[in-house]
T-cell receptor, first 112, second 112 residues
């Protein structure tokens, strides 16, 4: 079974721009969650999608948004990028509640 | 308010000895706990989990213990191997949800 894939792996953007990150979950997994990892803050939960609906949301500003498609693939969008948005963005998929999450390799976003 | 805490940023043990990684949580509503291992430039990898209705779960060299009254869990690795050197994250979740709250991680170094 193929693992969770994330594209692109690396991204450099300028402050004020917007960015879209993509995640393809493991086949059959319906839950997709997004996390931000920074050296000082650890893994911070962004949001979770389950069957195309946002089920949970973390404490991030509205500039961070996401969606999930009918094939469970998910995208997250960050608008008006700030320097502090530089981080590793991780996507994780799960079969459902009570199951462990499988993480992708992440997208390293650098905002200059 | 950090709901999941790993108070030891690093741990160093000798090959063949036991590694004990600790985690404390504050939210009594958590009912599912997980440990993940992370190597540099990779996403976290699921290691072992435990439901709140149990106090112990074993998988090969890895055992997780849960003390609900103390809101404390620990991961024991016996015997430790150099390949176990990585960052270990403790995570907690509350069903029904794909949202996990992570600790800041403990860097384990196993010396040959």
């Amino acid at each position: 079974k193929a693992g969770v894939t994330q594209t692109p792996r690396y991204l450099i953007k300028t402050r004020g721009q917007q960015v879209t990150l993509s995640c393809s979950p493991i086949s059959g997994h319906r839950s997709v969650s997004w996390y931000q990892q920074t050296p000082g803050q650890g893994l911070q939960f962004l949001f979770e999608y389950f069957s195309e609906t946002q089920r949970n949301k973390g404490n991030f500003p509205g500039r961070f948004s996401g969606r999930q498609f009918s094939n469970s693939r998910s995208e997250m969008n960050v608008s008006t990028l700030e320097l502090g948005d530089s981080a590793l963005y991780l996507c994780a998929s799960s079969y459902g509640d009570g199951y462990e999450q499988y993480f992708g390799p992440g997208t390293r976003l650098t905002v200059t | 308010d950090q709901q999941v805490k790993q108070n030891s940023p690093s741990l160093s043990v000798q090959e063949g000895r036991i590694s004990i990684l600790n985690c404390d949580y504050t939210n009594s509503m958590f009912d599912y706990f997980l440990w993940y291992k992370k190597y540099p430039a990779e996403g976290p990898t699921f290691l072992i989990s435990i439901s709140s209705i149990k106090d112990k779960n074993e998988d090969g060299r890895f055992t997780v213990f849960l003390n609900k009254s103390a809101k404390h869990l620990s991961l024991h690795i016996v015997p430790s191997q150099p390949g176990d050197s990585a960052v270990y994250f403790c995570a907690a979740s509350k069903a029904p949800t794909g949202k996990s709250t992570f600790g800041d991680g403990t860097t384990l170094t196993v010396k040959p």
